[in-house]
């Protein structure tokens, strides 16, 4: 889920602009997670005019809005 939100995150950041791939992925448990979960992930729109790598944070929230996981996700992106 982490991986998947700051995936849809990053890629509506750069839409069209450049092409992308996760190099890394770094998942941080706080809590156990039960019920239905939500992750949230906001994306700075990088400039992108050479190859870089960039970070990208995801968090999951447990129904009553307790941090249940972060999930730092690190970008190759190169411009189109």
């Not at 992108?48 to 690190?74: F, H, N, P, W, Y």
């Amino acid at each position: 889920l982490g991986e998947f939100s700051s995936g849809l995150a990053m890629f509506h950041a750069i839409e069209g602009k450049a092409k992308g791939i996760v190099t890394a992925l770094n998942v941080q448990y706080h809590k156990k997670a039960r019920g239905t979960l939500t992750a949230t992930c906001d994306v700075a729109i990088p400039t992108i005019d050479q190859a870089s790598t960039t970070e990208v944070r995801a968090e999951i929230r447990d129904k009553a809005g307790d941090l249940v996981c972060t999930v730092r996700a690190a970008w190759s992106l190169k411009p189109l």
